[in-house]
């Protein structure tokens, strides 16, 4: 028998930062008559922001209202992953930080997902739950990526772009060595129907 799929305000948010992240990439290239390219950089920083903002308040919600769910917990992320590959591409391509940066954070997130999903069928998921690491990781790229896509001074003081840049690269270091705790840990992890 189908399930059905929850709608509860959790989940619209999450949808909605889905939905956004077309609009996201797409003022990032009005043309100039529309939107400068300072204002185009704000908007899509706003919008970023905003999306980081629902993702705390999604969860939080749903764990209040005890409107948590499965489709819930495999969405969240999903939404979560979607909008940080769409910044880092259109980040590469404007220059603002480096192609292998963004091949090590998307491939890191691909990796981890497929292990989960392997851990979860062979019953072990609690072995490769978020980590502290991982969180850290998480705070460092949404913290990071707003300041390239904002690629000005903040406050007349802040250099962004070259804030961004290393806090990305920071991010960077950060993605393989939680890739790596969450392998070390599934590679421990004995399957139930192994001998011994």
Same mark, same amino acid.
Request: charged share 15%.
């Given at each position: ?12 948010? *999450?949808?909605?930062?889905? $939905? ?10 009005? !043309? +100039?008559? #529309? ?9 899509? *920083?706003?919008? @970023?922001?905003?999306?980081?903002? *629902?993702? #705390? ?5 749903? /764990? ?6 499965? @489709?819930?917990? @495999?969405?969240? !992320? ?7 590959? $769409? ?5 590469? +391509?404007?220059? /603002? ?11 890191? +997130? ?5 292990? /989960? +999903? ?12 978020? =980590? ?7 705070? =460092? ?16 003081? &802040?250099?962004? /772009?070259?804030?961004?840049? &290393? &806090?990305? #690269? ?7 060595? =939680? ?18």
């Amino acid at each position: 028998m189908s399930q059905k799929i929850p709608i509860n305000i959790p989940i619209v948010l *999450t949808w909605l930062r889905i $939905a956004a992240i077309p609009l996201f990439v797409a003022i990032l290239y009005f !043309p +100039e008559d #529309w939107l400068t390219a300072k204002q185009a950089n704000v908007v899509a *920083t706003v919008i @970023f922001v905003a999306a980081a903002i *629902t993702d #705390w308040l999604d969860g939080y919600l749903a /764990r209040k209202w005890n409107q948590s769910s499965a @489709f819930g917990a @495999f969405l969240d !992320p999903v939404a979560d992953k979607l909008m940080v590959a $769409a910044a880092l591409v259109v980040l590469v +391509e404007m220059g /603002r930080t480096d192609a292998v940066v963004a091949l090590i954070i998307i491939g890191r +997130e691909i990796t981890i997902s497929a292990l /989960r +999903e392997w851990m979860a069928q062979v019953g072990k998921s609690k072995s490769v739950a978020v =980590s502290m690491l991982g969180k850290i990781k998480t705070v =460092s790229q949404l913290v990071a990526i707003p300041f390239l896509l904002y690629d000005d001074k903040l406050f007349g003081i &802040l250099d962004c /772009r070259l804030t961004g840049r &290393l &806090l990305i #690269w920071v991010a960077a270091v950060l993605t393989v060595w =939680s890739m790596f705790y969450y392998l070390k840990a599934a590679f421990y992890t004995r399957h139930p129907d192994d001998p011994g």
